[in-house]
């Protein structure tokens, strides 16, 4: 049996992602990184969805979404 | 978080701006907020000095964080797209080279110096009581003031977008941060 749990995340759009790299240290996780200069990442793995980064960002391309 | 050395490189940013007030020809160091970030950029292929290092990046986000003088509303989508934020870029680069072209006039003694610094391109303010001389050749501090101007053009920019939306709102259109992510993307294709 799996159970379907509800995670918050924090999601990039990274099209619009201006590398700015506001976003790292407000993440007192260190979940989101700048890759190559491009775009930011988070790690599914670390983030909890707590929005910090959301706030921060100056372009407001973070979004706290719902994943399974 | 333990704050790292880094994390304080807003107090340089700080000293840099209050040092134009006593002496234009402090401004000289500013360029080190250019080669830095280039040099980072061309030789890792990073973004690293706007997410380490950049004191005046921080120094925006104290100021409109803990203190408090941002609005933390959204950056309007044009100021946020490619068109404008490129655009911008090249108009800071013309300006940039005008800039240059002024000092060469000086160092060439077609000119004489202009103890003025200039803020967004347009207003000229008397700037005489921060040069006290040089024992170097005059063009050198016409670019100390055209220099000064530059950053501290950046700064108002800066602070006025700081106050009406986020408090690092300048990062989005910097030329630097601009240029800096340009250079990743070719080096990373
Ligand atoms: S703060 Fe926003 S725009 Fe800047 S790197 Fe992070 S996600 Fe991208
Ligand atoms: S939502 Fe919170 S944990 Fe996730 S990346 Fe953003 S700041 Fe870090
Ligand atoms: S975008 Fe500009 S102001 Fe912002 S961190 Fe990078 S170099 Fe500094």
Redesign the interface.
């Known amino acids: 049996m799996t159970k379907i749990r509800k995670n918050r995340k924090a999601v990039v759009n990274q099209g619009d992602c201006v590398a700015c790299g506001c976003c790292i240290k407000v993440c007192v996780l260190k979940a989101i990184k700048v890759e190559k200069g491009l775009f930011a990442k988070v790690d599914e793995d670390k983030c909890v969805g707590c929005g910090l980064c959301a706030r921060e960002c100056p372009a407001s391309v973070i979004e706290i979404k719902e994943v399974e | 978080?333990k704050k790292k050395w880094y994390?304080y490189l807003w107090i340089v940013s700080l000293i840099y701006l209050i040092l134009g007030f006593f002496n234009i020809l402090f401004a000289w160091l500013g360029l080190l907020c250019f080669f830095i970030p280039l040099y980072i950029?061309v030789t890792k292929?990073?973004?690293?000095y706007?997410?380490?290092y950049c004191g005046r990046?921080q120094l925006f986000?104290l100021l409109g964080g803990k203190f408090g003088l941002s609005r933390?509303k959204?950056?309007p989508d044009w100021m946020?797209s490619k068109a404008f934020?490129y655009g911008f870029l090249i108009f800071f680069f013309i300006m940039f080279f005008v800039m240059l072209f002024n000092t060469y006039l000086v160092f060439s003694n077609a000119q004489d110096l202009k103890q003025v610094i200039t803020i967004l391109w347009t207003f000229k303010v008397p700037w005489s009581f921060a040069y006290q001389g040089t024992l170097l050749h005059p063009g050198v501090a016409q670019f100390a003031f055209g220099f000064y101007s530059v950053m501290l053009t950046s700064t108002i920019l800066g602070l006025i977008t700081m106050i009406l939306?986020?408090?690092?709102?300048?990062?989005?259109y910097?030329p630097m941060?601009?240029m800096?992510?340009f250079?990743?993307?070719l080096k990373?294709k």
């Open positions: 978080m994390d950029a292929s990073t973004k690293d706007c997410g380490y990046g986000s933390k959204d950056i946020k934020r939306f986020k408090p690092r709102s300048w990062c989005v910097c941060g601009t800096t992510q250079i990743c993307k990373n």
